[in-house]
Nanobody, 115 residues
């Protein structure tokens, strides 16, 4: 079993920045991939960025050039650095991970971009 806990969400003004964290705890041998998703009211949950174990990344079009996914292996923590935030980035952001071929979700953290 693996537990994922997100943190770092909050209220920011348009053009501002936030860094989200996702800490993984529990017993696992291998982290296959980690990703960030988001879900806005009335919309489907959508992929923001994914980081594979070998270091390759993929980003949604809206995230390219603004968001960066990274991982600190020593801390078992993934991050999502979000810059130049826009009101349309407002959503609940979820951490996702694949550990030993099993998938897990975090509880989500609210990001609100508003003036």
């Amino acid at each position: 079993q693996v537990r994922l806990v997100e943190s770092g969400g909050g209220l920011v003004q348009p053009g501002g920045s936030l860094r989200l964290s996702c800490a993984a705890s529990g017993n696992f041998f291998r982290t296959d991939a980690m990703a960030w998703y988001r879900q806005a009211p009335g919309k489907q949950r959508e992929l923001v960025a994914v980081l594979h174990s070998i270091g390759l990344t993929n980003y949604a079009d809206f995230a390219k050039g603004r968001f960066t996914i990274s991982r600190d292996n020593a801390k078992n923590t993934a991050y999502l650095q979000m810059n130049t935030l826009k009101p349309e980035d407002t959503a609940v952001y979820y951490c996702w991970g694949n550990f030993d071929a099993r998938t897990y979700w975090g509880q989500g953290t609210q990001v609100t971009v508003s003036s």
